[in-house]
């Protein structure tokens, strides 16, 4: 076991952090992805400081191979795109990069500082990022050259204690941000750790605060929970501690009315177990049930294609994915009950048919008017 020191404000060295090396933290490098290493390999060799963080490093260490890794640097947006042709920059105000390799995505962050709390954008050195990240277990540091494991928040010993320990104080970590509060249930699924007493009491008094978060980052983090290994155990978690009817209000009223549907509702999300490569296949978990047992509707006619897409539509309300997402998964439910609808057929057949030209024109003023809306993106925060 090693330290980090800093300089203090005395001149003094100050001890910042323990650094494990991999005869203690037991990470097996087979289980780390090469192009993730890769990556890391990259930036340092530019002279950047380059760590995989968050859940990936988690999980390795309870001896799960993390099918996401996410990567933070010192290296600013600008730098990473440079560095790596295969990526481009995202988002407005929270600016990081992916880099894609073939189908997969890698998310590169920059240090951020806490100039502005645990919620702001301003660039900082790795000792400040630590501090605004949500959890100990995740605000882990695996640097997989030297193979080392960097902890500023004791949250190694955490994940051996098998606790769920905020880094933000209670008072402050859900008002910040409450989507926390969403991300803090899946951690406890995912792991089997128990949520701590004070933690619990705090979710349940503030979770009314969920009801201000935007559909978009709803729909996001219900895509992560679906995609995951544990859709079963964290929705119903989820459910258990008052938060889903934030997420699918209709679904969490119905399984409090309806034990039954409870039952299936809950066995479709733990059917999934992240076997599904496209997301568009496991938003119908979401649905099936609903449209199984409580809907009357004549398969058939295009007509009544529109009117179960449109009661799938408002059952996921406030989530909001993708239409061709919600389609090719309704698509999908009426084939296994020997009905195909033609994706031509959802724009009605009197739509006339577009050269490319037209289609290149129509995606140029789609992009024109997108730019032109002025929407701001919500803050976002370091969660993993």
């Not at 969403?182 to 705090?202: D, E, S």
Request: proline share 4%; glycine share 6%; net charge positive.
């Amino acid at each position: 076991m090693r330290y980090r020191y800093s300089t203090g404000k005395n001149g003094k060295l100050v001890k910042k952090a323990i650094i494990y090396t991999q005869d203690e933290h037991g990470i097996d490098l087979s289980d780390v992805d090469a192009e993730a290493a890769g990556i890391i390999k990259k930036l340092k060799n530019a002279g950047f400081d380059s760590y995989i963080v968050g859940g990936a490093v988690r999980d390795l260490i309870i001896g799960k191979k993390p099918k996401d890794f996410d990567i933070v640097s010192s290296a600013n947006p600008a730098k990473i795109r440079k560095l790596f042709h295969n990526s481009r920059i995202i988002g407005r105000r929270f600016r990081l990069v992916h880099v894609y390799f073939g189908q997969r995505i890698f998310e590169v962050s920059t240090f951020r500082s806490l100039k502005d709390g645990s919620i702001g954008n301003t660039f900082g050195t790795i000792d400040d990022d630590v501090f605004r990240r949500d959890f100990t277990m995740n605000a882990l540091f695996y640097d997989p050259e030297q193979q080392i494991v960097v902890d500023y928040v004791d949250g190694f010993n955490d994940i051996k204690k098998r606790q769920l320990k905020p880094i933000i104080p209670l008072s402050d970590i859900f008002i910040e941000d409450p989507v926390r509060m969403i991300r803090a249930v899946k951690y406890a699924a995912i792991t089997g750790f128990n949520l701590p007493l004070n933690l619990k009491m705090k979710i349940k008094s503030q979770s009314s605060l969920l009801s201000a978060i935007s559909p978009s980052r709803l729909t996001e983090e219900i895509s992560k929970i679906i995609s995951s290994d544990n859709a079963g155990a964290i929705v119903s978690l989820l459910d258990k501690m008052g938060l889903y009817s934030y997420i699918q209000p209709e679904a969490a009223k119905l399984m409090k009315q309806d034990s039954a549907f409870r039952e299936r509702y809950l066995k479709s999300m733990a059917a999934l177990n992240g076997k599904t490569n496209y997301r568009g296949q496991a938003i119908g978990a979401l649905f099936y049930d609903y449209l199984e047992t409580y809907t009357d509707w004549k398969p058939g006619t295009i007509e009544n294609f529109k009117e179960i897409y449109k009661t799938a539509r408002s059952f996921v309300l406030p989530i909001n994915p993708p239409r061709f997402e919600m389609e090719y998964s309704l698509r999908k439910f009426l084939s296994a009950k020997g009905i195909t609808i033609k994706r031509s057929l959802l724009y009605g057949k009197t739509r006339p048919a577009e050269t490319t030209e037209t289609n290149t024109a129509a995606v140029k003023k789609r992009k024109r008017k997108r730019r032109g809306s002025g929407k701001k993106q919500e803050p976002r925060t370091d969660g993993q």
